[in-house]
């Protein structure tokens, strides 16, 4: 079975540091194209990054650019989000999913169960 | 490229026909995917590539549309169907979600 896992969130000051955590299971990772989205109540849900099939394939939303990295322990089967100088719009669950890119088909599924995120002092 | 969904929030009825519209502010061809949310669960993927239902997603919930403009139809409203839908535009980056649309119990 196909499953995601996340992990590493918590409350965290404004300035600060966190590395969230993607564990998949019932595949390889360094196959995929991957994706983290974030989830608020204000703003509902809010693409983050992707790490395509090749580590070097990276893409970031504006927001983060500068300040969150992607990246992937193939040895781990695990996938990462290191997210720098946080922010109060920050706050937000954290969600990782494959990304599922073919021939005429593009789409985020599964998903995992998500991570909470909380900036504040 | 924005996605903007409308209406952003409708009241209605168990058995009602529901359409929900995403225009993209920009061609996308047909790389438009349909989410479904709920409090407290990830996302559930409903339908991709703007007409494809995902596997065993009831056949109620469809969408069409190609280019900028896409609807997502609820042909019988179920219980189990209130809650918000997003639309994703995976065509170029930045992706970009829509506002959501959340669907309420008249």
């Known amino acids: 079975e196909v499953q995601l896992l996340e992990s590493g969130g918590g409350l965290v000051h404004p300035g600060g540091s966190l590395r969230l955590s993607c564990a998949a299971s019932g595949f390889t990772l360094k196959n995929n194209a991957m994706t983290w989205v974030r989830q608020t109540p204000r703003k509902g849900l809010d693409w983050v990054s992707v790490i395509g099939t090749a580590d070097v394939d990276t893409f970031y939303a504006d927001s983060v650019k500068g300040r969150f990295t992607i990246s992937r322990d193939s040895s781990k089967n695990t996938l990462y989000l290191q997210m720098n100088n946080l922010g109060a719009e920050d706050t937000a669950i954290y969600f990782c999913?494959?990304?599922?890119?073919?021939?005429?088909?593009?789409?985020?599924?599964?998903w995992g169960q998500g991570t909470l995120v909380t900036v504040s002092s | 490229i924005q996605l903007t969904q409308s209406p952003s929030f409708l009241s209605a009825s168990v058995g009602d026909r529901v359409t929900i519209t995403c225009r993209a502010s920009?061609?996308?061809?047909?790389?438009l995917a349909w989410y479904q949310e709920k409090a407290g669960k990830a996302p559930k993927l409903l339908i991709y590539?703007?007409?494809t239902l995902q596997s065993g997603v009831p056949s109620r919930f469809s969408g069409s549309g190609s280019g900028t403009d896409f609807t997502l139809t609820i042909s019988s409203l179920q219980p189990e169907d209130f809650a918000t839908y997003y639309c994703?535009?995976?065509?170029?980056?930045?992706?970009?979600f829509g506002g959501g649309t959340k669907v309420e119990i008249k």
């Open positions: 590539s703007a007409s």
């Open positions: 999913a494959r990304f599922s890119i073919g021939t005429g088909r593009r789409y985020f599924d599964p």
């Open positions: 994703l535009q995976l065509s170029t980056y930045p992706l970009t």
């Open positions: 920009q061609g996308i061809s047909s790389v």
